[in-house]
C-alpha cells in the first residue's frame, strides 16, 4: 500500500509539469432558447441537481456532502452568483472543468465529481449546460472545503490520479455501430456516467475499465451489473424492459430501489423516448463480461 502510495505520489510530481491549453478566455456571447432548452435537458440528464442542492429552495447552490471512502467531499455552487458560484466564470474556464477536471485555480478537482464521465461530452454540449445554468438565480452559497484523509487532502495528488486513471476526450463514433447505439453510447458513458455506479472501482476509486457494467458498489448499495451476463446481468431484458425501467422505475422484471430511483427521477425519466431507447439499445449490445 505504502509504495503505491509512494509511486501515485511520484507521478503526482511528474505530472505536475503538464499543463492543459488554455485558449483565451471568451464568454457566452449571443444564446438563444433552444441553447437554454438543449442546456437544461443536458443537465438533467447529467442529474447535476441531484448532488449540487441541498435546500431545495436553492437549487444548485451546492454544498452538498457527498461521502467517498475517502472521506467527505462538499459540491460547488453553480449558480451564477459571482463571488461563491460561476458567476464571474468564462466559457473555457467551465470547460476545462467538466473535459479535464481542471479547476480555475489549475488544481484539479476530486473524481466525486464525475469528470471521468463527463470528459466524454462535446463543447457543444458542455457550453450548452453552462448557458442553462447562468439563467439560474444566483445564490450566494460558500461549500466547505473537503474533509479527505491522507494523503488525499492534498488536491496534488489527483494530478497522479489523473494521470494514472484519467482518459480525457470524447468518444469518436463507431461506424461499424448505427447512429441509434453510437448516441446510446455516448449519452450513457457521458452525461448519464451509468459506469460511475455499475462498473467496479479499484482502490484507488477509479473505474475498472476492463469490467466495465460488471456491478458496482455505492454508498454500500449493489449497483447490479448491466452486461450481457446471464447471471445478474440484463441478457433476459428486452430493449423494452430496459427503456420501461430508465423510464419509470420498474418494469415486470425489476424494481428500483432508493438509489437508483434518485437516478430516475433526477435523470433518465426526464430524457426523451428516444435517448433513452438509445441507451436501451446499446446496453443490449454489451458483451457479457466475465463473471
Ligand atoms: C455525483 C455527484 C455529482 C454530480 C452528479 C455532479 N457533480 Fe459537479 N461536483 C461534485 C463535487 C463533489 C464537486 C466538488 C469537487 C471538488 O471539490 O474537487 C463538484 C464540482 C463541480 C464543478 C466545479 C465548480 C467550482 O466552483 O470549482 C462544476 C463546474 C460542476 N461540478 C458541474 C457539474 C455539472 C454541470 C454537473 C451535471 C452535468 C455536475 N457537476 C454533476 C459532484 C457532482
Ligand atoms: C448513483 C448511482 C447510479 C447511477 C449513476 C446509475 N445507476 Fe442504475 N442502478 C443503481 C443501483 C443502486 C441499482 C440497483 C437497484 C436499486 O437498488 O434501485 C441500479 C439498477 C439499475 C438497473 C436495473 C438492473 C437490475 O438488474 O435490476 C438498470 C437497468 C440501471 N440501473 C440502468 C442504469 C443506467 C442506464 C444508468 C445511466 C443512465 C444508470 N443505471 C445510472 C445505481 C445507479
Known sequence: ???????????????????????????????SAEDVARGKSLTEAGGCAGCHTVDAA??????????????????????????TGLGGWSDDEFYRALRFGVARDGSRYYPAFPYPNFTKLTRQ????????LATLTPVRNQPRPPELSWPLNYRVVMRGWNWWFFKPGILMPDQHKSAEWNRGRYLAEGV?????????????GAEKRDQAYGGGRIAGVFAPRLDGAENGG???????DIAEYLQSGRNGR?????????????ST???????????????????????
Open 254 to 266: 425489476s424494481h428500483a430501489g432508493q438509489l437508483v430511483s434518485e437516478v430516475v427521477v433526477n
Open 1 to 31: 500500500m505504502r509504495t503505491v502510495l509512494a509511486s501515485l505520489l511520484l507521478c503526482a510530481a511528474l505530472a505536475a509539469s503538464e499543463s492543459h491549453a488554455q485558449p483565451g478566455a471568451t464568454s457566452a456571447g449571443e444564446t
Open 234 to 240: 440484463l441478457k433476459s431484458w428486452s430493449v423494452e
Open 192 to 204: 448519464g456516467r451509468c459506469g460511475a455506479c455499475h462498473t467496479p472501482k479499484n482502490m484507488f
Open 269 to 291: 425519466s426526464k430524457m426523451s423516448e428516444a435517448d433513452i431507447r438509445a441507451i436501451a439499445v446499446y446496453l443490449k449490445d454489451l458483451p457479457a463480461g466475465a463473471p
Open 58 to 83: 436553492k437549487p444548485f447552490a451546492g454544498g452538498k456532502r457527498i461521502d467517498t471512502r475517502f472521506g467527505g467531499i462538499y459540491s460547488a455552487n453553480l449558480t451564477p452568483d459571482r463571488d
Open 125 to 132: 454540449d458542455i457550453l450548452a449546460i453552462r448557458v442553462y
